[in-house]
C-alpha cells in the first residue's frame, strides 16, 4: 500500500470562499479573508427537474464536487466518492418531524427519500451516470477526518482517484439550539494514489493519537473552522495552498486522529 496521495484539485464554497482559485491566496495567507456572503450554490450538473427539487445542502455538495471535477479535467463516471456529512439534511427532517405533529402526518414522499443520508450521493449518481463505488459517512465533528480516511483507504485498495465530499449547513429552529453550525461550509477534494504532475500537494497519512487538532493562523477563520464540521478541514487546506511543506494534525472526539504531511 502506498502511503502517499496526490491531490488533484480542490473545490471549496463558504463565506468569503468563492471557489479554490479566488480562495488560494486568502488560505496560502496572503490576502486578508473577509467573510462575505457566501454565493448560492449552483447544481448545475443535475436535469431540470432534479435540480428544483434538492435541498440547498445537496446543491453545495454538488457545486463542490463539480469544481473539483472540472479543475482536474476527469470523467465524473470514472470517479469514486466519499461524502462526509456530520448530520445530512437537517431541514428535510425538520420538515418531516413537523409534519408528523400534524392531522394525518402528511409527510411529502420527496421529502422522505431525501432524509436518508446517502441522498446527495444519490443526486451525483443521477447527475453524473456514475456507477463507481460510494460511501456516505457522519462522525459528528471528526466527520472530516473520518472522510479522509476513508477516501485514502479506497483510494489505496483501489488504486484509483477518489473524490471526498465534506458539507454542513446552519440547522434550523429548534435543532440549532442544540447543535450550532455557524456558516455554511462545503469543499472537495480529489486524491490519486498514483503520481500526478499536475498535482496540488502531496499528503503523507499516519493514524495516531492526536491531543489537539491544527488551528487556523487567521482568527476569523478559525472561527469558521471551529463552527462548522466540514471546515475542520481549513489548516489542510491551508498548508495545501501554501509553497512550503506543512504538518497537519486532525482529531475526532475520541481524541484518535491523523497526522498529515503536505509536500508542495
Known amino acids: 500500500m502506498n502511503p502517499i496521495l496526490s491531490v488533484e484539485s480542490v473545490g471549496l464554497l463558504a463565506p468569503g470562499l468563492a471557489g ?6 486568502i488560505l496560502a495567507g496572503e490576502a486578508p479573508y473577509i467573510a462575505a456572503p457566501m ?8 436535469p431540470a427537474n432534479e435540480r428544483r427539487r434538492v435541498t440547498n445542502l445537496v446543491k453545495l455538495a454538488l457545486h463542490v464536487a463539480q469544481e473539483a471535477i472540472v479543475q482536474a479535467c476527469r470523467d465524473p463516471q470514472t470517479i469514486r466518492t466519499v461524502f462526509a456529512s456530520s448530520g445530512g439534511d437537517s431541514a428535510v ?10 392531522p394525518d402526518r402528511p409527510v411529502s414522499p420527496t421529502h422522505f427519500h431525501q432524509s436518508v443520508h446517502n441522498t446527495t450521493a444519490g443526486y451525483w449518481s443521477i447527475a ?3 456507477t463507481q463505488p460510494s460511501i456516505s459517512l457522519s462522525a459528528y465533528d471528526g466527520s472530516f477526518m473520518a472522510g479522509l480516511r476513508e477516501a485514502a483507504a479506497l483510494a489505496w485498495t483501489e488504486t484509483a482517484p477518489v473524490l ?4 454542513d449547513m446552519p440547522q434550523p429552529f429548534p435543532l440549532a439550539e442544540r447543535r450550532v453550525i455557524i456558516a455554511p461550509f462545503g469543499m472537495a477534494l480529489l486524491v490519486n494514489p498514483e503520481p500526478n504532475e499536475r498535482r496540488l500537494a502531496m499528503l503523507r497519512l499516519t493514524q495516531t493519537a492526536v491531543s489537539a487538532a491544527s488551528p ?7 472561527t469558521l473552522r471551529i463552527g462548522n464540521p466540514a471546515a475542520r478541514c481549513l489548516a489542510l487546506l491551508q498548508a495545501i495552498a501554501r509553497p512550503a511543506g506543512q504538518r497537519v494534525a486532525l482529531v475526532d472526539d475520541g481524541g484518535m486522529g491523523l497526522k498529515v504531511e503536505v509536500t508542495p
Open 20 to 25: 479554490w482559485t479566488a480562495s488560494r491566496a
Open 39 to 46: 454565493p448560492m450554490p449552483v447544481a448545475a450538473l443535475l
Open 164 to 167: 471526498l465530499i465534506a458539507y
Open 93 to 102: 427532517l425538520d420538515k418531516i418531524c413537523v409534519a408528523l405533529t400534524l
Open 128 to 130: 453524473t451516470g456514475c
Open 216 to 222: 487556523s493562523a487567521d482568527p476569523e477563520l478559525e
